[in-house]
């Protein structure tokens, strides 16, 4: 005599086994595509232009090359031009097209006795096109006395001093933005200089800003800005090594480097295959 009950469950457990063998095999290939995936997009092209008066560019650069390449998937070029001449007016920036094959320039300079007009417009033109830029400290004073405002819409903000070297308690305005997630709610810095923001230019956003003692009111020291066709996330907050090598700094600058590459998901995550190597 058949017993059909016990040929149902075989048949049953049958189905089950091979259903899960093949959730099993469908998962393991989905997991392996992934990692494939990941592993197959290119690092992002980063130009750092840097040199200058007045700061630790040596040092600086450094810092944010390791710092930045510890949070992200890049490839760094880096520019170190100008010795310490603050009217220096450096080799890359005399071609129109200084910038080309790069996914973003971090600038990191101080070049505030450059006011030839036609190259500081040079300068400004490849971010009007596309290019993504952040920009950092002094970057905001270089080219402040050139007769156009060509730069300063690229940044954003224009400014032409600063308050004296004192710790800021930087203010996160915008705490759900991809960039300040992550951010405190206030930032004590170890050292600061606080720059005078005397004009914030229309496609400008506020992220954050900082109370001056001197000028007994807030500036902007982190924001976002566009321009044609680029996108810019700039901070006035730098001029310290010590500052500049802090956790809170480099997770900050990388997030609004990956903003402006549109390469920061919305909750300030690197978007898949942009976030550090994993170390074998």
């Known amino acids: 005599m058949v017993n059909h009950k016990n040929k149902r469950k075989n048949i049953f457990f049958g189905l089950a086994l091979a259903i899960g063998v093949v959730c099993f095999v469908v998962g393991k290939t989905t997991a392996a595509e992934t990692t494939a995936t990941k592993s197959k997009v290119a690092p992002l092209k980063v130009l750092m232009v840097t040199g200058g008066s007045s700061h630790d560019y040596t040092n600086q650069k450094g810092i944010l090359e390791k710092g930045i390449a510890a949070r992200a998937n890049i490839q760094w070029t880096i520019a170190h031009q100008g010795g310490t001449n603050r009217a220096k007016m450096i080799e890359l920036f005399k071609s129109p097209d200084w910038a080309k094959g790069y996914d973003v320039v971090v600038h990191n300079q101080c070049f505030g006795g450059v006011t030839d007009v036609a190259f500081t417009e040079r300068v400004a ?71 005078k923001i005397d004009k914030m230019w229309p496609n400008c956003k506020a992220l954050a800003t900082a109370f001056g003692e001197d000028t007994q009111k807030d500036h902007t020291c982190i924001w976002t800005n566009t321009i044609g066709k680029g996108k810019v996330f700039g901070t006035t907050i730098g001029h310290h090594n010590e500052t500049m090598s802090t956790d809170v700094y480099l997770d900050l600058v990388t997030r609004g480097m990956l903003w402006a590459c549109n390469k920061l998901d919305d909750s300030g995550k690197p978007k898949p295959g942009y976030g550090p190597a994993k170390v074998k």
């Open 125 to 195: 033109q490849a971010h009007y096109a596309g290019v993504p830029a952040v920009i950092i400290h002094c970057t905001v004073h270089s080219y402040r006395h050139a007769k156009t405002d060509a730069w300063r819409k690229v940044i954003g903000v224009s400014s032409f001093s600063h308050e004296k070297h004192r710790p800021l308690a930087v203010r996160n305005l915008q705490a759900k933005h991809p960039i300040m997630q992550g951010f405190p709610k206030v930032w004590n810095t170890p050292n600061g200089e606080l720059y």
